[in-house]
């Protein structure tokens, strides 16, 4: 420990407000990102402190903006995973008039999937489009849930305001990606490659709601 120096920072906000002042000193102007994808991307490197997000996010045009209007709306968002869902937490969400639903313990979900054969992350996009209709879309864990929902968009079948896209793995979590950055007519916020995860995926929401709280504030 000698020449090792510890903060005395006690409470949690200290705790974030400080990291995010270090990940802002690490990366000087002028950054890759700027404004409101900023602040969506240095959430994301202080959830890992994977600074390599400086070059692997990548964010659809209207990104940003769809994405804030849908939560300003009060809409609702399906992740893949519980992990996601828990990962957007209610202090955040529920001043918005928005809400989280994972399908994946659904029981219909459950039937689905063995009547078909299919994975239960594919059978819960079914479900949510079928019945939900979300206007976000977290997926950070299954390809799977991220190819299937590509399947319903190409047909027509749902048209949500914005995917975050952030599968993570070996086997397909790329090549979704890449499959979701080939197409313009959803906005994403996704990372290229095999990096990824329901923390990552759920972060990039709580970006977004901490700048549709902050605007509400500036407005009132």
Known sequence: MHGVTVADIRRGEDIETES???ID???????PYQGEEWQVVRRMIHTTADFEMLRLVRFHPQAIAAGLQALRSGCVIVSDTEMARAGMPLRRLTPLGCSVRCLMSDPEVLALSKAQGITRARAAMDLAVATIRPAIYVIGNAPTALLRLLEHIEAGQAAPALIVGMPVGFVNAAESKALLMAQTTIPYIAIEGRKGGSALAACAINALADIALAG???DA
């Open 20 to 22: 995010l002042r270090i």
């Open 25 to 31: 000193s690490e990366v000087p102007e002028p950054r």
């Open 216 to 218: 509400r504030k500036g």
